[in-house]
């Protein structure tokens, strides 16, 4: 009973766990418009995930897997259904997730069959995948009841059902790392740990193998979504989405969620979105501000894009940005190869790339 | 007539043997604006106070419109038509603006009606839209300057001296002040002003003296003054490079980020101000008067509450704090200097070493029964020390001491109490350049050691020069963030105002 009263008492002040609060893009997050900037490699149907070996750098578009060069992608292979995540192993092998609920490991790309197959075990939504050392592979399902491209249900839901898998190439075996986390989104192998990004809890977790966690990075203004390695130490940490108080406060609101997932369109929820401003129907766009006596059309951002790169230990160094006014939204991948960084920017269905040296120069805080 | 109204000559005044001023040959001009500049401690208030009739020389003389005068009290000065407006100004807050120009004039029989009528007259007169039946304490700083000024005019002033003007000023009042000055100077009426601003003596004044250690150094045409000058006269260095002269070429990489602020409320002060504050960094918070600035980190320090409803966030070091009083935001290593010393920054009575020690008591609430002579007179000697504070030792009471000398005991006080997370409320206001230069050294070296430092200041050269990364308030929030790498006076100023 005293928890109800205080968890009352704390919604009626706006306290506590019931703060309607986002943390600042400063310091290393200062927004600036360096993915506005980046070279468009590639325009696609339904860009998912990237991958490297430090050379060749693949790309998950719908169901088909390819291989960027010079100036597009060369298609490798066709699957039957959509490629959810991508990893790149040790050796040139390759792994892909279809449709989130199977995970087929390839000793080579251009391999006809398999060398393993990982299904069942519940995996409903895998969305990363990263090697784990020499058989393994580190894998993130989101979500135990919504696919892939729901994570915007599982949001509003307040989905907490998602997991972190170790996946034995040798043996088959599945192991569940950590539960219950709040939709996992990107996994990176990272000195025995798994580095796990929980979107709606804003923040990083390093899973040990015996599934103790602890927080490496918290309180972020985004959803962090996929992980990887930067070639000089820390990693390229993407998010997908930025964090806004209007969305804070519609997931403190259980009755009008629920009539807002029955009776509306689902595009136009108030939910942030990989994209925005196609539709005068969409929502956070009719607001206004009144500044120095002026009326300023206004709205909370409903789509960003972001790539934070962090040092080794895992403090951010500087950020990539597209602002609300950009395009480029929507980063749910981002890898290092040779001296560029590729991104997909998932709003505009964008392959984009920018040339590493002279980023940290630039954009450092 | 002569040209000249009010000189010294080889004015002396000793204080227990010590000089405070020197043989000190001085001139005003009949309808001139003399600025007095120097150092603190350089002896300008001493000098103005002989004019006064506050304290009396020890040698020399004192002329008046050519005849000898050494006025004993203020009475007598102000007999002899010289005024003086202190810093600390010198109304009765209870009483109306009416009732303290006629202040020492009454009658037997005085007609409230009367002295209203007769006040509005007069201040109209001037041109000073300052209601006579308002209450003192309710009135702007710049306002009680008026009533100040119109006092010293009242009583027939041909020499008004203002000592420190405008600290106490809005940049939009200071603007009026410097209207008013010019419209007495175009009355006739021969005015003094000590400023450290030295913008506004290079400004307003015809002429500018500058004193250095009880002795005058230099007297010319303003037009002769360029900023640097008058600080190499002041100091007896050149001090350009290192105040506010450098551009950074480097700055401090960001630590731990140890502060957060999301979302935070003050009707009507702060308005959903979101920063954060960073370990080995100075950030420095640039703004115009009613920003936010220090109401956002008033907050912080437990000194003002949020709103009570939906007040936001702070987080220190990743867990959510709400301080309703300094005492645990000390205890957590948060230390706020003051921007009004004077008010908030010290007990003026008592000693630096008792001050000092007051600020290590203020980490202990209640758990200290018993007081320390020993602990209070050896922490207060070590940041005397510490701090290069200028005084007889550290048993002198912090009321005689010059404001950069006081500015260094409020920061001491503070440091005592070995925060994390220091904040620095306008740190050099009313500060000589000598010891501007030392606190900026002092902050300098506060974030090379690793500590998170916040410096709230309104004057942009500061915040350049001191920063590592520049955030910009406006209207009650950060709307801006700058590297000191890129950041100019141009666009943090547009970013203030658009």
Not at chain 1, 50 to 75: E, H, I, P, W
Not at chain 1, 214 to 219: E, G, T
Not at chain 1, 307 to 316: G, M
Not at chain 2, 414 to 427: A, V
Request: glycine letters at 10%; hydrophobic letters at 45%; aromatic letters at 8%.
């Amino acid at each position: 009973m005293f928890g109800g009263l205080r968890d009352f008492a704390l919604s009626f002040l706006g306290r506590g766990e019931a703060t309607l609060t986002v943390p600042s893009f400063d310091g290393a997050l200062k927004p600036n418009q360096a993915l506005e900037s980046a070279e468009t490699l590639l325009e696609c149907d339904a860009p998912e995930d990237l991958a490297t070996d430090g050379g060749k750098v693949y790309l998950a578009d719908g169901a088909s897997l390819g291989r960027l060069d010079g100036n597009g992608m060369t298609t490798i292979r066709e699957f039957d259904r959509p490629i959810t995540a991508l990893a790149s192993l040790p050796g040139g092998g390759i792994a892909v997730t279809l449709n989130g609920r199977e995970v087929r490991v390839y000793s080579d790309a251009a391999d006809a069959t398999p060398s393993a197959t990982f299904q069942g075990a519940g995996m409903h939504s895998i969305n990363a995948l990263a090697p784990a050392g020499d058989h393994a592979l580190y894998a993130t399902d989101g979500s135990a009841t919504r696919n892939a491209d729901e994570w915007a249900w599982d949001l509003m839901e307040r989905g907490r059902s998602g997991r972190a898998l170790r996946l034995d190439i040798k043996t088959g075996g599945i192991t569940e790392l950590a539960g219950n986390l709040r939709y996992a989104f990107g996994a990176c192998g990272a000195d025995g740990f798994a580095l796990i990004s929980e979107s709606w809890r804003h923040r990083l977790i390093a899973v040990a193998p015996n599934g103790a966690s602890k927080i490496v990075l918290s309180h972020l203004p985004v959803y962090p979504s996929r992980v990887s390695p930067a070639r000089s130490g820390g990693w390229w940490l993407t998010a997908f989405i930025a964090r806004t108080q209007l969305v804070e406060f519609v997931l403190r609101e259980p009755a009008y969620r629920k009539r807002m997932m029955a009776e509306i369109d689902p595009e136009y929820w108030i939910v942030p979105r990989l994209s925005s401003g196609k539709s005068f129907k969409e929502p956070m766009q009719g607001a206004h501000l009144k500044t120095m006596g002026v009326v300023k059309p206004w709205a909370p951002p409903r789509s960003y894009g972001l790539v934070i790169r962090l040092d080794a230990s895992f403090k951010p160094m500087f950020s990539l940005h597209s602002r609300v006014d950009g395009f480029n939204h929507g980063i749910v991948s981002a890898v290092e190869s040779g001296d560029w960084l590729y991104m997909i920017a998932k709003g505009p269905r964008r392959v984009l790339r920018l040339p590493i040296e002279g980023l940290a120069k630039e954009f450092a805080a | 007539m002569s040209d000249i109204i009010l000189s010294l000559e080889r004015a002396t005044k000793l204080y227990s043997g010590v000089p405070a001023i020197e043989d000190v040959d001085f001139e005003l001009r009949r309808g001139e604006i003399h600025a007095l500049v120097g150092e603190n401690g350089a002896g300008k208030s001493t000098l103005t106070k002989v004019m006064a009739g506050v304290v009396t020389l020890t040698t020399g003389a004192m002329k008046i419109d050519g005849a000898a005068s050494a006025p004993g009290t203020p009475l007598e000065a102000r007999q002899i038509g010289v005024a003086m407006v202190f810093q600390e100004n010198s109304l009765v807050p209870t009483m109306t603006v009416a009732q303290n120009l006629f202040l020492g004039q009454e009658r037997f029989y005085n007609r409230l009606r009367g002295i209203n009528i007769a006040a509005q007259q007069f201040l109209q007169s001037l041109n000073f839209d300052v209601p006579p039946t308002a209450i003192v304490s309710g009135l702007g700083a710049a306002k009680k300057q008026m009533v100040e000024i119109a006092r010293a005019v009242l009583h027939n002033a041909k020499v008004i001296i203002f000592d420190e003007p405008t600290a106490a000023l809005t940049p939009e009042e200071r603007k009026y002040f410097f209207d008013l000055v010019r419209d007495l100077k175009k009355r006739g009426v021969s005015i003094i002003f000590i400023s450290h601003a030295l913008e506004e003596a290079l400004i307003l004044a015809d002429r500018i003296t500058v004193l250095r250690d009880g002795k005058k150094i230099v007297t010319d045409d303003a037009t002769r003054f360029d900023r640097a000058r008058i600080v190499q006269a002041m100091v007896g260095r050149d001090l350009s490079n290192t105040l506010y002269g450098v551009k950074r070429t480097t700055v401090r990489p960001a630590g731990e980020r140890v502060l957060t602020i999301q979302n935070l409320k003050m009707a009507p002060m702060v308005k959903n101000n979101s920063l954060s504050v960073f370990a080995g960094q100075i950030t420095g918070i640039f703004g115009l008067v009613g920003a936010g600035r220090t109401e956002t980190f008033k907050i912080v320090a437990g000194v003002m509450k949020r709103d009570f409803f939906h007040g936001g966030d702070i987080i220190l070091r990743d867990k959510a704090v709400r301080y309703r009083v300094p005492a645990p935001a000390v205890k957590a290593g948060v230390a706020y200097v003051t921007e009004d010393r004077k008010v908030e920054g010290f007990f003026e009575t008592t000693s630096i070493a008792r001050n000092v020690y007051l600020g290590l008591l203020a980490k202990f609430p209640g758990k200290r029964a018993l007081l320390s002579r020993r602990e209070q007179s050896a922490s207060g000697a070590d940041w005397i020390k510490r701090l290069n504070v200028r005084a007889i030792g550290n048993e002198a009471k912090v009321i005689e001491l010059s404001g950069g000398n006081q500015q260094k005991v409020v920061i001491a006080k503070s440091l005592i109490q070995e925060p994390d997370i220091i904040i620095f409320d306008e740190p050099t206001r009313g500060v000589d350049v000598g010891a501007i230069v030392e606190i900026h050294e002092l902050i300098n070296r506060l974030a090379d050691e690793g500590k998170a430092v916040v410096v709230i200041s309104s004057y942009l050269p500061e915040i350049l020069g001191l920063s590592d990364r520049i955030l910009v308030s406006r209207q009650g929030k950060v709307v801006e963030e700058f590297s000191a790498l890129d950041a100019t006076e141009e666009k943090i100023m547009y970013a203030a105002i658009h």
